[in-house]
């Protein structure tokens, strides 16, 4: 399973990454890399996009319509972008503050939905 998180939050990219791997010990993860340059030229089965406002509403957009078999997961504390995350067909949106449980189930479910799915040898959450 190939998963991209975008995140500037140490702490968050740490337990996202964590909770990912819970569901195959073998999963690519990649850090996006957050210096002003967003790269969209990989397809990843999992997008965890934990930003907000603008910057979280394009990278979400730009995924979702140049790889429409990736599953999108949002994560923003802001809900008045719940309408651009439904119009961009994502996977999630998920509004801070969540917890762990919130973000598994999405995984999960996540997993299940990807067309890539029967690739991977899938744990589960512990």
């Known amino acids: 399973m190939k998963v991209i998180i975008y995140t500037y939050d140490d702490a968050e990219y740490e337990k996202l990454s964590h909770l990912v791997e819970n569901f195959d010990q073998s999963t690519e993860k990649v850090r996006a890399p957050l210096d002003g340059h967003k790269f969209y030229h990989k397809r990843y089965d999992i997008v965890i996009v934990a930003l907000e406002g603008a910057e979280g ?18 994560i923003t504390s802001d809900d008045h ?38 690739q991977w040898s899938i744990g589960g959450p512990e």
Do not use: C, L
């Not at 730009?62 to 999108?72: A, C, G, L, P």
């Not at 996540?110 to 067309?115: D, L, R």
């Open 57 to 74: 509403m394009e990278v979400v957009i730009e995924y979702s319509q140049r790889y429409k078999d990736s599953e999108v997961i949002w």
């Open 81 to 118: 972008f719940a309408g651009t995350a439904m119009r961009a067909h994502i996977f999630d949106f998920i509004k801070r503050p969540y917890d762990d449980e919130r973000i598994k189930q999405s995984i999960s479910e996540a997993v299940k939905a990807s067309p890539a799915r029967n």
